[in-house]
T-cell receptor, first 115, second 114 residues
Framework: AQTVTQSQPEMSVQEAETVTLSCTYD???????LFWYKQPPSRQMILVIR??????QNATENRFSVNFQKAAKSFSLKISDSQLGDTAMYFC????????????FGKGTLLTVNP | DGGITQSPKYLFRKEGQNVTLSCEQN?????MYWYRQDPGQGLRLIYY???????QKGDIAEGYSVSREKKESFPLTVTSAQKNPTAFYLC?????????????FGDGTRLSIL
């Protein structure tokens, strides 16, 4: 069974600074996809970024980028130029290329951006 | 705008009562999902449906039931058999059941016991 671990329950960062959220996962599969979702206080779950395991290049979406280390099974999220609106729970999620339905989530990291 | 609508936003259940949470999507997605979110536990899959008139149990299906009579609708019933129903419930959909299709979420329903 796949597992996803987010070792930082809470983090804080000053506005305009950079912060990195950690995620590790465990799987025996070679084909899979990784996601970061953001859940602000409004509780809506928003897709932030996606990485395909067979791609070596790290995914980037504006101020959000990932550091994907396949051998180490690590998938960290870097947020540059942090904004107050980035305050949210961030969930790392894994889906197997063969499972075709099951997203496995980590327990989340609560990020607070301070003014 | 296209999206996923969950209703109601807040729901209260009396002991022994069944309640139904609504989930409607106008994204023309084939696959739909129900998750339960508890504090400190992330999201857990209750049921999923890959296509109309078909659905499968997820990791925590006991005490829940679903139907998928229409492509756009995937209601979740929390039955009296679910002894600890207090949680935040999230509905999601994806274009199809391929793993590379991201799941898009609704705004959720918070269910509490009276």
């Amino acid at each position: 069974a796949q597992t996803v671990t987010q070792s930082q329950p809470e983090m804080s960062v000053q506005e305009a600074e950079t912060v990195t959220l950690s995620c590790t996962y465990d799987t025996s599969e070679s084909n899979y996809y990784l996601f970061w979702y953001k859940q602000p206080p409004s509780r809506q779950m928003i897709l932030v970024i996606r990485q395909e395991a067979y791609k070596q290049q790290n995914a980037t979406e504006n101020r959000f980028s990932v550091n994907f280390q396949k051998a180490a099974k690590s998938f960290s999220l870097k947020i540059s130029d942090s904004q107050l609106g980035d305050t949210a729970m961030y969930f790392c999620a894994f889906i197997s290329g063969g499972s075709n339905y099951k997203l496995t989530f980590g327990k989340g990291t609560l990020l607070t951006v301070n003014p | 705008d296209g999206g996923i609508t969950q209703s109601p936003k807040y729901l209260f259940r009396k002991e022994g009562q069944n309640v139904t949470l609504s989930c409607e999507q106008n994204l023309n997605h084939d696959a739909m999902y129900w998750y339960r979110q508890d504090p400190g536990q992330g999201l857990r899959l209750i049921y999923y449906s890959q296509i109309v008139n078909d659905f499968q149990k997820g990791d925590i299906a006991e005490g829940y039931s679903v139907s998928r009579e229409k492509k756009e609708s995937f209601p979740l019933t929390v039955t009296s058999a679910q002894k600890n129903p207090t949680a935040f419930y999230l509905c999601a959909s994806s274009q199809d059941h391929s793993s590379n299709q991201p799941q898009h979420f609704g705004d959720g329903t918070r269910l509490s016991i009276l």
